[in-house]
T-cell receptor, first 114, second 113 residues
Framework: DAGVIQSPRHEVTEMGQEVTLRCKPI?????LFWYRQTMMRGLELLIY????????DSGMPEDRFSAKMPNASFSTLKIQPSEPRDSAVYFC????????????FGQGTRLTVV | AQSVTQPDIHITVSEGASLELRCNYS??????LFWYVQSPGQGLQLLLK??????LVQGIKGFEAEFKRSQSSFNLRKPSVHWSDAAEYFC???????????FGTGTQLKVEL
């Protein structure tokens, strides 16, 4: 398996534009997580899914952020409209049901909103 | 609510010296504890994890960590640091449900040659 795949690796966009980040989890994993990493706040959990269903989105900063998981092999994180303070690295991770396992992380998408 | 504290933002050590990175956690039940490393421009790689059993856990790249329940700590150690260990290190506590992780703010390690 190629691991968790995120695209794009880098995104630069203008303030006000819509941004869509994509994630392909490891096949067979039934949990998917979206994290955001900034210098100020470190790594924060935004939302996670279990079997494609959003379980906890309490970390989503505001209504401009939305996430979907239409099937077991694909998830998106959308920001509309984007703002400069959304600039961060966004990580996707997946894991199995059992708590006694590790989460596998993608390489992240570095988002810059200018 | 679970939380993780990494009190050292930056640490600099000489190559060949020993290393200890501190991590303290707050969790209501038996914690699942992790150390991840992030190299520049890369994702997070798991170094080691603790779930139960032996409180001294061995990981990859010569790292180890010791779980001390009485101190709510899970410090990462390495007896002899290599220049390639320069990276950012994150301690995390995980929930039973699918490893929903709460991360510390990270410790940036610099290795002097």
């Amino acid at each position: 398996d190629a691991g968790v795949i995120q695209s794009p690796r880098h995104e630069v966009t203008e303030m006000g534009q819509e941004v869509t980040l994509r994630c392909k989890p490891i096949s067979g994993h039934d949990y998917l997580f979206w994290y955001r990493q900034t210098m100020m706040r470190g790594l924060e959990l935004l939302i996670y899914f279990n079997n494609n269903v959003p379980i906890d989105d309490s970390g989503m900063p505001e209504d401009r952020f939305s996430a979907k998981m239409p099937n077991a092999s694909f998830s998106t994180l959308k920001i509309q409209p984007s703002e400069p303070r959304d600039s961060a690295v966004y990580f996707c991770a997946s894991s199995l049901s059992s708590g006694e396992d590790k989460a596998f992380f993608g390489q992240g998408t570095r988002l810059t909103v200018v | 609510a679970q939380s993780v504290t990494q009190p050292d933002i930056h640490i600099t050590v000489s190559e060949g010296a020993s290393l200890e990175l501190r991590c303290n956690y707050s969790y209501g039940a038996t914690p699942y504890l992790f150390w991840y490393v992030q190299s520049p421009g890369q994702g997070l790689q798991l170094l080691l994890k603790y779930f139960s059993g032996d409180t001294l856990v061995q990981g990859i790249k010569g790292f180890e960590a010791e779980f001390k329940r009485s101190q709510s700590s899970f410090n990462l150690r390495k007896p002899s640091v290599h220049w390639s260990d320069a990276a950012e290190y994150f301690c995390a506590v995980g929930a039973l449900e699918g490893n929903k992780l709460t991360f510390g703010t990270g410790t940036q390690l610099k290795v002097e040659l």
